[in-house]
T-cell receptor, first 113, second 113 residues
């Protein structure tokens, strides 16, 4: 699976959009981009994933560049409860294969009041 | 409520004792996983199972053992051979089709003294 690079920490004001970047310059054509977050001392929570199109769900939006070498997770209106470590993971998905997730160090997002 | 349960949340053991961590899911997922997390680090895969009665070693399987006798259950035994067993242990499950996102339990924090 391709390696990802994320900034170690970011701050965001409450109510503003949080934009979390991720570089994955060695991504392959069959690899998806997944985002998870982990609130302190809890299990990670799935947020969103995408292949090449932008994606949106009730939690966040995922913007993937046209060359797929980087992506941005957007939390449109950050709240204090969004303070967590955010992990960007690249993983190939194939039918009938349950694949592990490779977690890096992630980005510690702190939402400030 | 569908989900993954891990028990207990906190566990204390003396060095040299084996200890078994429980993981149960009612999501009807085929695949289950065990991860270990050390302070300030990402998750590392210990074992995973794609189907009942079958499991594979992950990146750090030494000193651990698992069983998968039922689809719903994937217990992890931390043996006395594990040199640094104190850690946060996370169990996850996923479908074996579609987007394969993993759902995590709340974790068990094991302290061995």
């Amino acid at each position: 699976d391709a390696k990802t690079t994320q900034p170690p920490s970011m701050d965001c004001a409450e109510g503003r959009a949080a934009n979390l970047p991720c570089n994955h310059s060695t991504i392959s054509g069959n690899e998806y981009v997944y985002w998870y977050r982990q609130i302190h001392s809890q299990g990670p929570q799935y947020i969103i994933h995408g292949l090449k199109n932008n994606e949106t769900n009730e939690m966040a939006s995922l913007i993937i560049t046209e060359d797929r070498k980087s992506s941005t997770l957007i939390l449109p209106h950050a709240t204090l409860r969004d303070t967590a470590v955010y992990y960007c993971i690249v993983r190939a998905v194939s039918s009938g294969s349950a694949r592990q997730l490779t977690f890096g160090s992630g980005t510690q997002l702190t939402v400030l009041p | 409520d569908g989900g993954i349960t891990q028990s207990p949340k906190y566990l204390f053991r003396k060095e040299g004792q084996n200890v078994t961590l429980s993981c149960e899911q009612n999501l009807n997922h085929d695949a289950m996983y065990w991860y270990r997390q050390d302070p300030g680090q990402g998750l590392r895969l210990i074992y995973y199972s794609q189907i009942v009665n079958d499991f594979q070693k992950g990146d750090i399987a030494e000193g651990y053992s698992v069983s998968r006798e039922k689809k719903e259950s994937f217990p992890l035994t931390v043996t006395s051979a594990q040199k640094n067993p104190t850690a946060f242990y996370l169990c996850a499950s996923s479908t074996d089709s579609g987007s394969y996102e993993q759902y995590f339990g709340p974790g068990t924090r094991l302290t061995v003294t």
